[in-house]
């Protein structure tokens, strides 16, 4: 199993030494957070604090912007802008994104 | 959840639903299969270039490459009326999918599910109602409220009436204009004939609710108001009026 210091404690309770990496010791671990299906993600709004399924939240897409917007406080979560042959993802009032492994 | 970019796929089969819907059966090499609820976004591609992307639900499930879609013509939309009036036989599009894992209904779960469909939204509710009917043995207990204008506009009409042999509750919900025989109330969904047409909050069913915006937020609203747990009320809107 992964025994990475950052992975399944908060971050004020480490349950190992620090190591020292950089961003290629993410690879599987943010392959788990983006390779998922996102509409079961539980996204939490940081501006109100409700969290629910990114399925259930409020999009508005344009075709050059999808908006994501909390359902409660309609704060943008997250924009997803398409743009020459580019994907840009901006992060709005997204406090915490969790996935199931 | 397998979705990998886009795929070329062909239109096999185009009937009409009703005047102003068509049920497409695209054959797509190397689908790998989808749940029941799931959809697709399809891509078209002008002669110059320009392309438009747009998401629809699927009414088939299960393994195979042959993928069924039931399409609503948006009368000011951009690919709806390519697909209900123009598109036929032999034409490719361009898919990615299957797509979704939230508006999915897991064959595995005994839980009982109350389906609400209005108009267009029976599509997915018709793929999980499928997937009951077709599972041998299946003891979840289904359940359809299907909201539409009128009988006209009832996409899959007599397969829904059918479903009843499998088991599958339906009740029948008209908003303008009801069948000469029909003896309840006309109109749009409200807190009692909600509560007539599905199940309570008691017998802890999972509620799936598909159709255009306004429908599911009125609907979703309803249901939660009448006791139903948010979480147990899954939703998908369509947008548009």
Redesign the interface.
């Known amino acids: 199993m992964d025994d990475s210091p950052h992975h399944g404690a908060p971050p004020d309770e480490p349950h190992g030494p620090v190591r020292h990496v950089d961003g290629n010791a993410l690879a599987g671990l943010l392959a788990d957070v983006f390779a ?2 996102m ?2 993600a539980l996204l939490a709004c940081g501006h109100c604090g409700q969290a629910g ?4 939240a409020v999009v508005e897409d344009d ?1 050059a912007a999808a908006i994501l917007r909390c359902r409660s406080c309609t704060r943008t979560l997250l924009t997803v802008l398409r743009a020459d042959g580019r994907l840009s993802l901006r992060i709005g009032a997204l406090a915490r994104l969790d996935v199931a492994v | 959840m397998t979705v990998g970019g886009w795929r070329p796929a062909t239109v096999a089969a185009a009937r009409p639903a009703t005047a102003h819907a068509r049920i497409l059966t695209l054959h797509v090499p190397g689908w790998p299969g989808n749940l029941p609820g799931q959809h697709l976004d399809i891509r078209l591609t002008a002669e110059d270039g320009y392309q438009a992307e747009r998401s629809y639900s699927i009414a088939s499930s299960g393994p195979g490459e042959s993928v069924e879609l039931g399409i609503d013509r948006i009368d000011d939309g951009e690919v709806s009326p390519y697909l209900v009036d123009v598109i036929e036989p032999g034409d490719m599009v361009e898919v990615k999918g299957p797509l979704g894992a939230y508006f999915v209904w897991d064959a595995g779960d005994p839980a009982p599910v109350q389906l609400i469909a209005g108009g267009s939204g029976i599509v997915p509710l018709l793929a999980m109602a499928r997937a009951r009917s077709a599972a041998l043995g299946g003891e979840a207990p289904f359940r359809l409220l299907y909201s539409v204008r009128s009988p006209a506009d009832a996409m899959y009409r007599a397969e829904v009436d059918a479903l009843t042999a499998a088991g599958i509750a339906v009740d029948w919900r008209y908003t303008r204009e009801a069948p000469g025989e029909w003896d309840g109330e006309v109109g749009r969904l409200t807190a009692e004939t909600l509560a007539a047409g599905t199940w309570p909050p008691d017998a802890r069913p999972l509620v799936f609710v598909c159709g255009p915006t306004r429908f599911v937020e009125a609907t979703a609203d309803l249901l939660v108001a009448a006791g139903h747990p948010p979480e147990r009320v899954r939703t998908e809107r369509f947008g548009g009026a």
């Open positions: 998922a299906d509409t079961m399924p990114l399925a259930a075709g």
